[in-house]
């Protein structure tokens, strides 16, 4: 239970609330975005038990991609599914790891003040060489390196929230501006950016479901790791987020875009009370706490598409192992590369980008898959069971919509480009092979 909650909390938290705060306020202009937390928190609860019951009835490797498969059915709609989550994550994946290479080239942006756009663009992609060349080799068990970078920062985000909260002022924090609250078309769209954020901040509860078969007692420890690692990161990021705007006025890096030091806001905090000295020791316990995550994520993510390459639902070159030191190298090498290429893109786009990706496939199509599971009686007994069944999927499925919605034009139709495209490599693929739907599958 404790290494599978510090897994979901380090791949949580990470550099994500150190480098989302100007992002947040500036979707809506003051501290009221801080109703995208709560949104987005609205979201990811019942989400999490669509993941826990998920995940306590296949405690598989791989995650999304059995579930979805047993889900719909392995050799005709389930098939099409598990690839179509394959083919988003090796978009949507690298999103996420590149997010963390651009969080440490704009906190190391606070040690070095000359770097340029440019300069930011290739450190964040060097740190992404730097992540895959560690990588390219054997890892053994993860539970006690886990269990560090979750006490780190652990460790990182209390000295903001215990600096923050010693320093507070209320007429600080909550200084909204004229017409906050106004409800308006403008403010549903601002709203939803913020959740977005959010979101992207809580990414990660149900990261131990990608290695369920190296769990013990599934049935009872991936329902508690989820569910304890969601509540106690929303209230770290709570705490966190008014340390800070209690601090640092918002309006000193709102709009972000307007604002450079917005990129290392922390740092900039820590300054305020502490002075340089102190700023620059926190920032580099910033840092190590990015290479940290940004190491485990490229490390999991890695093996999905292995998974399912060796399972026969992807393509078959992602199952190849390194011929001397047997570990996922084609799959390793794409996704570390992926994520180097999107390093170069601005951090909001990458966000929108990484959330409505998964958004159709992933998260929606789970919940159809339980929905399905649920119908035919698959349950195993002993397994976590849903509370209200189906009420949190459909608040679940209700705020992903939401979210989708209120995208970028651009970015919808990135997330529905992708989908297309992956419906047509799928076919053709199946094509090639003989398979469903151009096949009788066989048992």
Partial sequence: MLQATALN?????????????????????????????????????????????????????GGSYIYLREGFGRERWGRLAAFLFIWQF???????????????SQYLGYLWPSLTPIGFGLIAAAVGVLNLALLYRPIGSLGAL????????????????????????????????????????GFLIGLGAASRVGIYDYLGYYDICYIGDEV?????????????????????????????????????FVPAADHPESRFIVSVFMEKIYGRRVATLFTAAILWTALGSVFALLLGYSRI??????????????????PTKAFPYISLLVVGAASIVCSFFSLGLVIDALITTR?????????????MLRRRGAERPGTYRMWLYPLPSLVALAGWIFVFATSDVQVILFGLVTLVLGILVFGVWSWRARRWPFSVATT
Wanted: hydrophobic share 55%.
């Fill in 9 to 61: 909390m380090t791949n949580m938290m990470g550099v994500g609330p150190f480098i989302t705060i100007p992002l947040l306020m500036t979707a809506l202009g003051g501290p009221q975005a801080m109703l995208g937390w709560l949104v987005a928190l609205l979201i990811v609860i019942p989400d999490g038990m669509v993941w826990s019951e998920l995940g306590s009835a296949m405690p598989g490797s």
């Fill in 90 to 104: 090796i978009l949507s994946g690298p999103l996420e790891i590149a997010s963390g290479y651009i969080g440490f």
């Fill in 146 to 185: 886990t269990v560090t970078l979750w006490v780190g920062s652990l460790l990182t985000t209390a000295a903001v929230i215990i600096t923050g909260l010693s320093q507070f002022q209320a007429r600080i924090a909550f200084d909204f501006p004229p017409g906050a609250f106004n409800f308006s078309l």
């Fill in 216 to 252: 013990k007692n599934p049935a009872r420890v991936i329902p508690r790791s989820i569910l304890t690692s969601i509540v106690l990161v929303a209230i770290i990021y709570i705490l966190i987020n008014l340390s800070i705007i209690g601090v640092v006025p918002w309006r000193e």
């Fill in 305 to 322: 598409p292995y998974a399912a390459a060796n399972d026969g639902y992807f393509f078959r070159a992602f199952g190849r192992l390194h």
């Fill in 359 to 371: 958004i159709l496939v992933q998260f929606i199509g789970q919940i159809g898959a339980l929905a």
